[in-house]
């Protein structure tokens, strides 16, 4: 089990040396998020295991997504920094930052909630047959 302490802000967190193989690109960009704290990483991280490959791929698209946009605003203001002076550039760039975060943590909230739907209605299924 690896344990991650420099990166990107994320101190220990425990990944499993078969999580990390299996899944090295999103573990990454768990990792690597802004908007996340280590307790929601760690959450992700453990559930990576019994996730479907629709959900993966649902998280892998949100996680992305985030990147870009974040390395967007970054270029959209690295010209404007010396213009604007290096206190208010960052207080427009963390603003956008808190948005982008809000609209992340609003789509993982939609997810989780329709992962937990559909996961109660498998187990009626089962429980039904």
Known sequence: MADVSSQ??????????????????????IVASE???????????????????????????????????LEAIDKKYAGEIPALGQPAMKVVTDEDRRKKRAERLEREQTFETEDKKSTEELLKEIEGS
Do not use: C, H
């Open 35 to 69: 908007s996340m704290n280590d307790e929601e990483r760690q959450y992700w991280i453990n559930i990576l295991p019994i996730m479907t490959p629709e959900q993966t791929e649902d998280l892998r698209g949100i996680l992305d997504n985030e990147r870009k946009q």
């Open 8 to 29: 990107s802000g994320a101190t220990g967190l425990k990944i499993p040396d078969d999580v990390r193989s299996k899944f090295p690109e999103l573990i990454d960009l």
